[in-house]
């Protein structure tokens, strides 16, 4: 079955960074798109990014270009989105999700989310 | 940039109908999908590709999208569908999600 594992929760320190992975398993990893989502406390559900896990290409929100980093490692079948020079706003649940273009890019699966809190 | 717009919260009675709309320009000419969100959980996607239902989601679920529009419709309303409603649309490799619609079963 198609599972997406996250890395546990990270407290930061404003400016630091965070790298927050993703292990899938279940399907072909490199036939999907990766996409990370975040959530702050009580709020919406904001896109941040994808990488197609079989060519490497990325697209990045408008919001979060020059702050965010999305990588994968094909041996691993992991996904990676780093955020770096964080601030108190950046304190959300993050989540990759799994699409595809036939399914119209749509999220069929999701990880279970990884706190991010950044704090003093 | 692309905007997706939707109402904060729809109200319903026990098995009745429950329709929550998403806004955008042209939204027909795109896919639209939706996802349902419980307290501390994670999203789940419950219609696709407009109209869609994902294995595992129930008849009750049902999505249109024409014009401007996009629609989720719940037919015959369950206390267990109370969550937070989130519909998603694709365009030119980005992603935009709305702002997210409460639906309260009372």
């Known amino acids: 079955q198609v599972q997406l594992v996250q890395s546990g929760a990270a407290v930061k ?38 990488i197609n896990a079989g060519n490497v290409n990325t697209k990045y929100s408008q919001k979060f270009q020059g702050r965010v980093t999305i990588t994968r490692d094909t041996s691993a079948t992991t996904a990676y989105m780093e955020l770096s020079s964080l ?5 959300a649940v993050y989540y990759c999700a799994r ?22 | 940039s692309y905007e997706l717009t939707q109402s904060p919260s729809v109200s319903v009675s ?27 959980q994670s999203p789940v996607l419950v219609i696709y590709q407009d109209r869609k239902r994902p294995s595992g989601i129930p008849e009750r679920f049902s999505g249109s999208n024409s014009g401007n ?38």
């Open chain 1, 87 to 91: 601030r108190s706003e950046d304190t």
């Open chain 1, 99 to 120: 699409s595809s273009s036939s399914s119209g890019h749509s999220f069929d699966y999701w990880g279970q989310g990884t706190l991010v809190i950044v704090s003093s």
């Open chain 1, 13 to 50: 320190k404003p400016g630091a960074s965070v790298k927050v992975s993703c292990k899938a398993s279940g399907y072909t990893f490199t036939d999907y798109s990766m996409h990370w989502v975040r959530q702050a406390p009580g709020q919406r559900l904001e896109w941040m990014g994808w």
């Open chain 2, 14 to 40: 026990p098995g009745q109908t429950a329709s929550i709309t998403c806004s955008g320009d042209k939204l027909g000419d795109k896919y639209a999908c939706w996802y349902q969100q419980k307290p501390g």
């Open chain 2, 69 to 106: 529009t996009a629609t989720l419709t719940i037919s015959g309303t369950q206390a267990m569908d109370e969550a937070d409603y989130y519909c998603q649309a694709w365009d030119s490799s980005y992603v935009v999600f709305g702002g997210g619609t409460k639906l309260t079963v009372l």
